[in-house]
């Protein structure tokens, strides 16, 4: 009896731990550049959030930008199955003087050498965006989306990898790329919610282990 | 010596058919020489001498069959210097795969030079006729001439932003005033040749020459060549989706120079000829 209770209840945590994470993963993504392994913060950060049914949020910064180096363009994929031209963009806040011009075809935006992208940020010499710089948008879409609907690749280019996101960073050396994968990025809400449930595992497993080892 | 001065070799009428030191030689001409001058000479060693050292060094040939009966030799200098045009019209599709680089339906599409022989290309200019491409900078377009020399013509040009074009003309000069666009769209006219990165992260797949995709945007490589043999134009695209064709081929220019046989050996070869004619008191 204790043995199928102790089971049930396992099964039953690790149904709720996916359905956290699923959740999670579509409720958020992150796009991080340039992050060094030892721990540095990446160059340049996109967060893509869902705030409603089909609007999307999302927040650029650069919190690793040096003083002398400042964003060229940003590139991002969409759907397949979906038209990026229906998308819009609003501005809904920003930190600094950086400004975009923002288009969005299907596989229409490169990096120079590479793969295809259905989503550019180019932003002018004038109005760069630089260290300490942030900026919001508000995507909409009336056909209906969500951030997964991001997380896809580029097109395929001799040589060269699939990327899900890039950016060039103009330098003092010169222009450089960097590529991102998407990261799911767990809410407060669902961090508090895992940390409880990874507790409540451990827990299960001891009394468990006590119970095993009682007379 | 005698020289008899810019008769054009190899086009009937032009040769005085009645003198009998031209006539056998005439025959031997080839297309492509005029001649300057013949020397007339008694020792066969000699122009045996002429003939593997001064004159195959140059680009020159005798026109006489066989030396040891020639009292009379016809010599012929290669044609003046000019520009010779060679096209190819055919129409090269530009295909896409799910699997780049993908090659072009003429890969490589070949124009085949002759009669230039003994020349030597002082410049190369090429023209695109017809180029058509819904999104250009997949493009890697690079030339092999016959000597296994390698340039670049356009990589990844004509915008970063997908920027169809439809039959332009495009020719491709190191003299051209400007390099093609990299950002912006491609448009007809002549364009130095270009390319928006010093190499490319893969090479051109066989049977183009190794090391092509990273050759220079440079059309020079090709001076001082020979332009006699087969000049071969590999396209590739690099990124699926998007394709294009080439819908009239394209056509190679060549500007060549005379090699210009030094002061000195002028000189001796006619030193020479005084020589031989005095020691043997011929047709004096």
């Known amino acids: 009896m204790g043995s199928k209770y102790s089971a049930g209840l396992l099964a039953m945590l690790l149904a709720l731990q996916w359905q956290f994470t699923s959740s999670t993963r579509a409720n958020s993504i992150t796009f991080d550049f340039g992050q060094s392994t030892s721990g540095t913060s990446p160059l340049m950060t996109a967060v893509f959030t869902d705030v409603g049914p089909n609007q999307v949020d999302l927040t650029l910064t650069a919190p690793g930008l040096s003083a002398n180096n400042s964003v060229n363009s940003l590139y991002f994929n969409f759907n397949p199955a979906l038209a990026p031209e229906n998308l819009v963009f609003t501005p809904t806040g920003s930190t600094g003087g950086a400004q975009a ?8 935006f490169k990096t120079g050498g590479g793969g295809k992208f ?90 468990k282990i006590r119970k095993l080892g009682s007379p | 010596m005698r020289f008899v001065l ?55 040939t005798t026109g006489c069959a066989s030396f040891a009966a020639a009292a009379f030799c016809l010599v012929s ?38 009669g230039l022989d003994g020349q030597s290309v002082s410049q190369v200019t090429l023209t695109l006729n017809g180029l058509s491409h819904s999104f250009p900078s997949d493009l890697d377009i690079g030339l092999a001439g016959p000597g296994g020399q390698m340039a670049m013509l356009m990589s990844e040009v004509g ?21 093609l666009p990299v950002d912006a769209p491609l448009t007809s ?7 928006q990165f010093p190499t490319l992260p893969f090479d051109f797949p066989s049977p ?9 945007a440079d059309l020079s490589v090709f001076n001082g060549s020979d332009p006699d043999g087969a000049w ?20 190679l220019d060549i500007t060549t120079a005379v090699p210009e046989p030094g002061s000195a050996a002028i000189f001796g070869l006619g030193v020479a000829a005084l020589v031989a004619r005095r020691r043997n008191g011929f047709l004096r």
Request: proline share 7%; net charge negative.
């Open chain 2, 208 to 216: 183009a020459p190794s090391g092509i995709a990273n050759a220079p």
């Open chain 1, 101 to 108: 011009s923002v288009q969005a075809a299907t596989d229409s």
């Open chain 2, 189 to 195: 006219g002549t364009f130095k040749p270009t390319r």
């Open chain 1, 118 to 207: 259905d989503i550019m940020f180019a932003f002018g010499s004038s109005t760069p965006f630089v260290a300490g710089d942030s900026l919001d948008y508000l995507i909409t879409d009336p056909d209906g989306f969500s951030t997964a609907d991001f997380e896809y690749l580029d097109t395929l280019c001799a040589g060269v990898s699939q990327a899900y996101a890039a950016v060039k960073i103009e330098q003092s050396s010169g222009v450089i790329v960097l590529d991102s994968a998407p990261q799911a990025v767990p809410e407060t809400a669902s961090s508090a919610g895992l940390l409880a449930l990874g507790l409540a595992g451990v827990g299960l497993f001891g009394a």
């Open chain 2, 232 to 251: 071969s134009l590999y396209i590739v695209d690099e990124s699926s989706p998007d394709s294009g064709s080439i819908s009239s081929g394209w056509t």
């Open chain 2, 77 to 114: 200098l290669p044609l003046a210097a000019g520009t010779f045009s060679f096209s190819i019209p055919d129409n090269i599709q530009i295909n896409d795969t799910g699997n780049p680089p993908t090659t072009a339906s003429l890969y490589p599409s070949t124009i085949n030079v002759s």
């Open chain 2, 159 to 179: 915008g970063n932003i997908k920027y169809p074009v439809s039959n332009l003309t495009i020719t491709l000069d190191n003299n051209a005033a400007n390099s």
């Open chain 2, 6 to 60: 810019a008769r054009q070799c190899g086009l009937s009428g032009h040769y005085p058919t009645q003198d009998p030191v031209m006539i056998p030689c005439i025959n031997d001409c080839q297309a492509g020489k005029r001649v300057i001058g013949f020397v007339v000479v008694r020792l066969t060693e000699f122009m045996a001498i002429l003939q593997t050292s001064l004159l195959s060094r140059h680009g020159w």
